[in-house]
């Protein structure tokens, strides 16, 4: 009998052998290391621990769950690109996300060879239950990706519609909650125990700060754990990259001080740009950027790039919209400045 999950799983993922590593077969600390190939001498000479076992420790304090439902990633796009790999036969299977979203999803996807589904959020930038509901009689629909708060629009998208997925979708949910941190909604992680389907990725990039290390968490039941420890390189967090990690954890103050900061200066920079002439929608946001509609994105985008300042110019997919993230004070008033120039011309 098939558990849940497994019926998910493509077949040749259920049959691997995974390459079972030097520091798989003997995982004891001390001792004569002559396994690896290691060379002797040196700092950084050994291979890091495929398994990361201080920093999901560190973690599932932090985040009140269990170190055993914790994936490490080298930045949540690893999680993404496994969960395809593991879920989704290529030129067969599905995927679904709801758009405008991270790009990332569709990128994967198509390295993959996964169609994937975009369904348009509504004006609210929410799910739309009607348009959701008849693909998941869909055989070959594997994987739903929800990204919540959502990126680039910045809003939390419904508990109830995210619930009502978990409920009746018969595949894997992956929620992106890479900008939870910045909100008061309580993460997905909790669910895990009673939706074996879902997996809640997150990431040290946003809130914590060290997207130059790129390290990416995906918390999951022990049985997709399991899958994902199977197909992911057997080294992939850098010793380096997991005590810079484990450090910066282990200075919580320090960064619940940096996010309330954030979150003082995005209350300050939407007051600001409520005053500038040409500011049409300042959409809300539960994350650390602001997505707002002006009279042209493209042209805005271009005069602030000459002065060096960039944004993210969304024209593309939301119409005359532009993205911007909350900086220091500093930034954020060389930013207004330029706004209240631009409308005086
Ligand atoms: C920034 C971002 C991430 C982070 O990806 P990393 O690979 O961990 O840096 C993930 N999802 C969304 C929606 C993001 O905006």
Do not use: H
Not at 42 to 68: C, F, M
Not at 130 to 139: E, G, H, T, V
Not at 266 to 278: A, P, R
């Amino acid at each position: 009998m098939k558990s849940k999950v497994q019926q998910f799983v493509r077949k040749n993922i259920q049959a691997l052998a995974p390459y079972s590593s030097a520091r798989d077969e003997y995982s004891g600390k001390e001792g004569i290391f002559l396994d690896a190939n290691e060379n002797p001498f040196g700092v950084y000479n050994r291979y890091p621990d495929p398994y990361q076992p201080a920093l999901k420790e560190k973690l599932a304090q932090i985040k009140n769950t269990s170190a055993d439902q914790i994936f490490i990633g080298n930045g949540s796009d690893e999680a993404i690109d496994l969960a395809f790999r593991i879920f989704c036969e290529p030129g067969q299977d599905k995927a679904l996300t709801f758009v405008p979203t991270y790009g990332m999803y569709e990128v994967s996807a198509n390295i993959n060879d996964v169609e994937l589904i975009k369904l348009p959020l509504n004006e609210e930038f929410q799910i739309d239950r009607n348009l959701l509901q008849p693909f998941f009689s869909d055989k070959n629909l594997k994987l739903i990706f929800i990204c919540s708060p959502n990126n680039p629009t910045g809003n939390l998208l419904r508990t109830g519609d995210i619930e009502f997925i978990l409920k009746n979708f018969n595949g894997i949910v992956l929620i992106d909650e890479a900008y939870i941190d910045f909100c008061d909604q309580p993460s997905f992680i909790k669910k895990i125990s009673e939706y074996p389907n879902l997996i809640v990725i997150q990431t040290l990039s946003k809130a914590w700060g060290l997207a130059g290390i790129r390290l990416g968490i995906g918390y999951m039941n022990e049985e997709i754990l399991s899958y994902f420890n199977r197909v992911k390189a057997p080294y992939n967090i850098s010793t380096v990259n997991q005590q810079t990690a484990l450090d910066i954890l282990n200075k919580e103050q320090d960064y619940r001080q940096k996010v309330k900061d954030i979150l003082a200066e995005k209350e300050q920079l939407i007051q600001n740009l409520t005053c500038v002439k040409g500011i049409l929608t300042i959409y809300p946001s539960d994350a650390n950027f602001l997505l707002v509609e002006v009279e042209n994105a493209d042209e805005l985008y271009e005069k602030l790039i000459a002065r060096k300042i960039i944004i993210r110019n969304r024209n593309s997919v939301i119409k005359n919209c532009v993205r911007i993230s909350v900086g220091t004070s500093g930034e954020n008033e060389q930013l207004l400045n330029a706004l209240k120039e631009f409308s005086n011309d």
